[in-house]
């Protein structure tokens, strides 16, 4: 069983810095993607950035040259920099472990930290 909690959220203002953190513990595969998410009131989940075994990452074009995932195998801990914050950014956050071929739907998930950024 795969756990993860998320910690680093908070309220800043517009062009503020924020670097949330995931520990995660349980068992990981060499399939696995770890991802952050976030969620913004009225809108659906949505997919920030993932990195995956070989190191590679992928961000949403919202985030690009703003955000940098990050991983410290070490610590079992999963990092989300970000730099220059909008209101846009505004959300709840989630990191999750998933399956890189199944997607999703195998998804293990933390409670999430909630980002305020105001203008």
């Known amino acids: 069983q795969v756990q993860l909690v998320e910690s680093g959220g908070g309220s800043v203002l517009a062009g503020g810095s924020l670097r949330l953190s995931c520990a995660v513990s349980g068992a990981t595969s060499i399939n696995d993607c770890m991802d952050w998410f976030r969620q913004a009131p009225g809108k659906g989940r949505e997919g920030v950035a993932s990195i995956y075994s070989d190191g590679s990452t992928n961000y949403a074009d919202s985030v690009k040259g703003r955000f940098t995932i990050s991983q410290d195998n070490a610590k079992n801990t999963l990092y989300l920099q970000m730099n220059s914050l909008k209101p846009e950014d505004t959300a709840m956050y989630y990191c999750?472990?998933?399956?890189?071929?199944?997607?999703?739907?195998?998804?293990?998930w933390g409670p999430g930290t909630q980002v305020t950024v105001s203008s």
């Open positions: 999750a472990v998933l399956d890189c071929y199944i997607g999703i739907d195998s998804a293990y």
